[in-house]
């Protein structure tokens, strides 16, 4: 009861202190498989001034909102989630690089407003369940109030003038340089812009990045000039899922910019814990709903956390190191494979058409396993 009141206490003055400090060789034990496993981090992170740290953070775990529900409330009550659909959609789909469609007549497949579908289907059925749910982003517009434009200077010093007087190098320079700029604005920057609302605006208990992944097109015809756009955007025959969580800095970024500061943050401030259980929770429910095999990393880009597991990784994405909440991105299917393509046509026909969706659809398939992901995860009585 006690606890309960403090508990309570806390939430009204909305200021949460850390949690118990994770001990130096627990911090060590974690940088080793988790957060750098790949990298030299006793060169350039002390795990002794680390344990010292008492970060401060805006979020409540699993048990903290259990607490607070009462028997008669709805399972998700007392959660906040945030729910990002990954990338924009839109005018911005091509520059973005997330859009094609295999023949002429079928429909765009936009990463950016699929994630946005699954986000609202998620949401309502979030909402049904208790839960406050807020989207990053509402329609398929950039988050970053800064347009291309306003990061040609910044493009400019960063790329170098044409070699040669020749018009076809002023044609290539103008080129790589509206690339850059386009790529500050609706990459980067949207990217930080939708971390700093989650800090700073939102301060959910966690949030949840929606994706849906896509292969390298197959290359084997390309070298034949002949080689038409249909062969060249041959549906290629993977399709698996996966879940990423922040981790796995390389040697090279353990030294960039302020990313050592974000990592003693995220070591410090108890996210870590939490996007296990939610990342692992999240995983389960969208292996189980799709029944796909799990995604592998060839590279060291990339850790898998566990053997009992296999659909959960560590990886050092933007936002996953720069959101202080729990946070889990979610990359299931191969949209660009022979598995997920027709079901996407299908899933974008019969809302074009406002027909009922099929019992299989995509996006649902997709919707309601987030949602069972989040109910195992937060919610316990
Ligand atoms: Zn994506």
Request: charged content about 20%; some cysteine.
């Amino acid at each position: 009861m006690l606890l309960r009141f403090f508990v309570g206490y806390l939430f009204c003055v909305g200021l949460v202190a850390s949690l118990s400090a994770a001990e130096a060789p627990e911090l060590a034990s974690v940088l080793t498989t988790r957060y750098a496993p790949y990298a030299n981090w006793q060169s350039v992170v002390d795990v002794d001034a680390l344990a010292q740290r008492s970060e401060s953070r805006y979020w409540h775990t699993a048990e903290e909102i259990a607490l607070q529900r009462g028997d008669s409330d709805l399972p998700l009550a007392g959660l906040h989630i945030a729910l990002d659909p990954g990338h924009i959609g839109g005018q911005w789909a091509a520059a973005e690089g997330r859009q094609f469609r295999i023949a002429e007549n079928d429909f765009y497949v936009r990463e950016g407003e699929l994630a946005l579908v699954v986000a609202q289907l998620a949401r309502a059925k979030l909402v049904a369940l208790g839960a406050n749910v807020t989207l990053v982003r509402e329609a398929a517009v950039r988050v970053n109030p800064k347009s291309p434009v306003d990061y040609l200077e910044l493009a400019a010093e960063q790329i170098s003038l044409p070699k040669e007087p020749s018009l076809s190098a002023l044609w290539a320079y103008g080129g790589a340089l509206r690339a850059r700029a386009v790529h500050l604005s609706i990459v980067k920057g949207d990217l930080m812009e939708r971390a700093r609302l989650v800090n700073r605006e939102i301060q959910p208990d966690a949030l949840i990045s929606l994706h849906i992944n896509a292969a390298a097109w197959p290359t084997e015809n390309e070298s034949a000039s002949e080689a038409s756009e249909s062969a060249k955007f041959r549906l290629v025959g993977t399709n698996n899922v996966h879940a990423l969580i922040f981790g796995c800095l390389s040697d090279g970024e353990l030294q960039t910019g302020n990313q050592l500061e974000q990592l003693a943050v995220k070591l410090t401030n108890g996210s870590g814990p939490t996007e296990r259980l939610l990342g692992g929770a999240l995983a389960t429910a969208l292996a189980e709903a799709t029944e796909l095999p799990a995604a592998r990393y060839r590279r060291n880009n990339a850790i898998l956390l566990s053997s009992q597991q296999p659909y959960l990784f560590a990886r050092n994405l933007l936002l996953l190191r720069m959101a202080e909440c729990p946070t889990v991105l979610l990359e299931p299917y191969i949209s660009n494979s022979v598995g997920a393509y027709g079901r996407l046509q299908s899933a974008l026909a019969n809302r074009a058409a406002d027909r009922a969706l099929a019992e299989d659809d995509i996006l649902l398939q997709y919707a309601d396993a987030v949602v069972a992901g989040v109910r195992a995860c937060y919610g316990q009585e």
